[in-house]
Nanobody, 119 residues
Framework: QVQLVESGGGFVQAGGSLRLSCAAS????????MGWFRQAPEKEREFVAA???????YYADSVKGRFTISRDNAKNTVYLQMNSLKPEDTAVYYC?????????????WGQGTRVTVSS
């Protein structure tokens, strides 16, 4: 049974930093695309960042230069380092994994971790 468990969310002032973690279990995800999404109150879920099996990374324009996605395959864990946080980054952040190796479609989702950035 595949599980994605996010952690690291919390309350931070604008300009601060947080690091989110997504621990995967149930299979080895080294050959899977992994991503982070977020959903702000009364808004739709949106893409934040992704990392492929080869280590290629992709970012939403709104977080480029501030957020960094990385992975530790030995720990089956993906991270999202968030710097220079802004109030508009306030959201529930979700980890996602593709459904099959070397594929792009997300199939597995975590329960989310809340990030609140105060001005």
């Amino acid at each position: 049974q595949v599980q994605l468990v996010e952690s690291g969310g919390g309350f931070v002032q604008a300009g601060g930093s947080l690091r989110l973690s997504c621990a995967a279990s149930g299979r080895t995800f080294s050959n899977y695309k992994m991503g982070w999404f977020r959903q702000a109150p009364e808004k739709e879920r949106e893409f934040v960042a992704a990392i492929t099996w080869s280590g290629s990374t992709y970012y939403a324009d709104s977080v480029k230069g501030r957020f960094t996605i990385s992975r530790d395959n030995a720990k089956n864990t993906v991270y999202l380092q968030m710097n220079s946080l802004k109030p508009e980054d306030t959201a529930v952040y979700y980890c996602a994994a593709a459904g099959r190796p070397y594929k792009h479609e997300y199939h597995y989702w975590g329960q989310g971790t809340r990030v609140t950035v105060s001005s």
